[in-house]
């Protein structure tokens, strides 16, 4: 089993070894569960604490002693879903923090797989309605892992087009007939063109930010935050706009 998604997930090691342990052991006391865990005895009651406040697991007392059961593993979900309700709670102050910023110039670079998918992310989660976010130069991976990139590519558009973003879009002429560029062309609140460029390069333009993407065997990339290179960036993507085709 991948523990590392379960600590991803919010849960310490001995956590982990202690519900995995109850699910094995079903409803049980702490002697057992300690024996099959092979975690301390100490630690098992602290972890035993800390999975009954995330609702993960359960206990009942019988003739005085104290019997645990851990929770089915969808709860992991529900536990999930509670942390992130109170991360939103607290997006306004965040936002507000964010917005009280002076004028910021900065730039950040990202690498490989994920790397990447932040870069498009962060597009999509920094825009809101009605808002644009205009490319160039686009290749999306098409030369590079194209089946896991193109599934990435669907499922972030459907986030896009759920906020109402606009996107522009000019494709190098090469990708016409590629399968990531007709899914852009078919979908809602977009519109795409061609343009005879050979580029490895692709550059998104949104808000004040430009985000620059070489598409090589690892691909990397980085973000400008800066409106004056972003209003620039914007007046360059016009000119282009105006010269490509459909």
């Known amino acids: 089993m991948k523990d590392k998604i379960l600590e991803e997930a919010g849960l310490t090691k001995n956590e982990i070894e202690v519900y995995k342990a109850l699910l094995k052991l079903g409803s049980t006391t702490a002697g057992p569960l300690t024996r099959k865990s092979g975690v301390h005895r100490s630690r098992v009651y602290e972890a035993l604490n800390r999975l009954i406040e995330k609702g993960l697991v359960s206990f009942s ?83 590079i892992n194209p089946d896991v990139w193109e599934a990435f590519f669907k499922h972030l558009n459907d986030r896009r087009v759920k906020k109402g973003i606009i996107q522009k879009m000019i494709y190098n002429e090469d990708l016409r007939d590629s399968q990531v560029a007709k899914e852009y062309k078919n979908s809602k609140l977009t519109q795409v063109k061609f343009a005879p460029q050979k580029t490895i390069t692709g ?44």
């Open 61 to 143: 007392v019988q003739a005085n002693r104290k019997n645990f059961q851990a929770q089915n593993p969808e709860a992991i979900i529900n536990f999930l879903e509670e942390k992130k309700k109170k991360v939103k709670e607290i997006l306004p102050e965040l936002k507000a923090l964010q917005l009280s910023e002076p004028d910021k110039q900065e730039a950040k670079v990202f690498q490989g797989y994920k790397g990447i998918k932040s870069i498009f992310e962060n597009i999509v989660n920094t825009l809101g309605k009605s808002q644009e976010v205009l490319t160039f130069g686009a290749r999306s991976g098409q030369d």
């Open 203 to 246: 550059t998104s333009i949104y808000g004040d930010n430009v985000a620059m993407i070489v598409w090589e065997e690892k691909p990397y990339g980085f973000i400008i935050t800066s409106k004056e290179v972003a209003d620039s960036f914007r007046e360059q993507f016009k000119i282009l706009w105006k010269t490509a085709k459909r």
